[in-house]
Each structure stands twice: as structure tokens, then as C-alpha cells.
């Protein structure tokens, strides 16, 4: 792909100094991906992006290949066999390497890159549940397009959406879900928050954060197998995150 778009260079020595900045954890880090250039294809794409999250840089762009007016994909696109729109900003259509069905896709992911994966609250364990197999990503697109989900969404609806996810395809990632929605106090009444009680002194079960004597602070669990976790927050407070976590090994 690099040599077809006229590029000098190796892609593993970039791999390997990628890797190496991320690793130094000094610097934010920024990578683009670029669907649609000649030669590319969308089992490409899926590769490189899984890749590029298990090497975890801050930040991944997903962008769909613009062919502006005077480049040279732009002034050869029927000797690279591309197809695109006439309308700024003249995305690609389709290639003969990836299809305009799988380029909506591509649009889809994009968007799910950007909302999980780019500065949220979720972005860890969404990102480990993208690389925990090699069909997951595929698996999670096509969730969101069969869900018929909006993108306008907050952290809880996030949560939510996770959480509907790994019930169905990787239940082994609800007990780290749960405790990441409780920690940032979303809704006690929905998904896994649903699941918690709140602990009253007068309660028979022993409270492990109870030392901590204060009539601003409430407390609340929630049990998932052999564990029961526990949060302390405080009801004076604008924020509504947990200020004291602990989990009890039942």
C-alpha cells in the first residue's frame, strides 16, 4: 500500500517506533488510519486498527480517503481504480480492494472509535474488549447497526451499550464494566447499576468502607460471584463519582 501511494519507508520500522514512543508514556500520541487507499482492504483496515489498540496510543482517527482536487489520487483515480464523490469533501465511494458496503462500515466504526475509544471513561476496557479476539471488532459494528444506535450519546448510554454487548458476546468483561459505572456514579436504576443496593447502618451484611463516620456519605455494593463490591460517596458533592472503592472476596 505504501509503495502504491508513493511512499518511502517501512511499515514495520514505523510499527516498531510507534510501539517505542508509546511505551516512554511522555507524549500524547495521535494515529490516523485511512480507508480506502489503493491496495488496501477492509480486513486491512480491521488488522491495523486491532493492532494499533493493543500498542494503545492516546488517540486513533479513522478517516475515510478524500481525494481533493490536483493530488494524484484525485488526478489518476481511474488508473487506481477509485471511485468518489463530487461533493467537498469528496470522500471515497468504493476501490476495487473495498467495497461501499464495507465502507459504511468503515463510516460506523469511525464514529464508535471516536466516541469509546478517544478521551472517555471507557476507553480502557472497550479497548481490551476490541483485542480480546479476532472477530470482536466486526462483532461490536454490526451490534451497533442492528441496534440502530444513535452517536449524539453520553458516558451512561456508553455504559449501556457496553453492557448489552458483553452479555451477549463476552460476559467476562461485566464484572470490570460494573465496577467503572459504579466508580463514576452512573444511574443506580439502569444496566449494572440496577444490580447495587444501598448499605444502611441498620443493614446485617458487614461494611468494610463503614469506618469512615460521616452523615455526607452514603454507601452502596453490588455482588458479582464470588465478590461484592463496594463504593463510598459523598452526597454533598457535585461530583457524583465514588470517593473510596473496595471489593470483598466473598
Known amino acids: 500500500v505504501l509503495e502504491e501511494c508513493l511512499r518511502s ?9 510507534l510501539e517505542y514512543l508509546v511505551s516512554l508514556k511522555k507524549f500524547d ?3 490516523d488510519l485511512i480507508a480506502g487507499l489503493p491496495l488496501y482492504t477492509y480486513e486491512n483496515l480491521i488488522e491495523d486498527l486491532r493492532r494499533l489498540m493493543n500498542i494503545n496510543p492516546t488517540e486513533i482517527q479513522l478517516e475515510l480517503l478524500k481525494l481533493l482536487p490536483g493530488t494524484e489520487f484525485r488526478v489518476n483515480a481511474d488508473n487506481y481504480h477509485l471511485r468518489y464523490s ?30 469509546f475509544y478517544n478521551g472517555s471513561i471507557w476507553r480502557e476496557l472497550f479497548r481490551r474488549i476490541m483485542i480480546s479476539s479476532e472477530g470482536r471488532i466486526e ?9 440502530e444506535i444513535k452517536f449524539n450519546i ?7 451499550i457496553l453492557y448489552n454487548f458483553c452479555t451477549v458476546f463476552c460476559k467476562e468483561f461485566i464484572e470490570q464494566l460494573t465496577f467503572i459505572w459504579m466508580k463514576n456514579g452512573l444511574s443506580f436504576k439502569v444496566a449494572p447499576g440496577s444490580l447495587s443496593h444501598c448499605w444502611n447502618s441498620g443493614d446485617q451484611i458487614a461494611n468494610p468502607l463503614s469506618e469512615t463516620k460521616s452523615a455526607y456519605h452514603t454507601y452502596r455494593y453490588i455482588e458479582t460471584g464470588n465478590k461484592r463490591m463496594w463504593f463510598l460517596y459523598n452526597k454533598n458533592s457535585n461530583n457524583f463519582k465514588s470517593i473510596k472503592e473496595f471489593i470483598e472476596i466473598l
Open 29 to 31: 500520541i495521535h494515529c
Open 86 to 115: 463530487m461533493i467537498p469533501p469528496y470522500e471515497i465511494i468504493e476501490t476495487a480492494w473495498i467495497s461501499s458496503a464495507q465502507l459504511n462500515r468503515v463510516h460506523i466504526l469511525s464514529k464508535i472509535v471516536e466516541l
Open 154 to 160: 453520553n458516558n451512561m448510554q456508553k455504559g449501556e
Open 139 to 147: 462483532e461490536f459494528i454490526s451490534f451497533i447497526m442492528e441496534s
Open 9 to 17: 519507508g517501512s511499515a514495520g520500522e514505523t510499527l516498531n517506533g
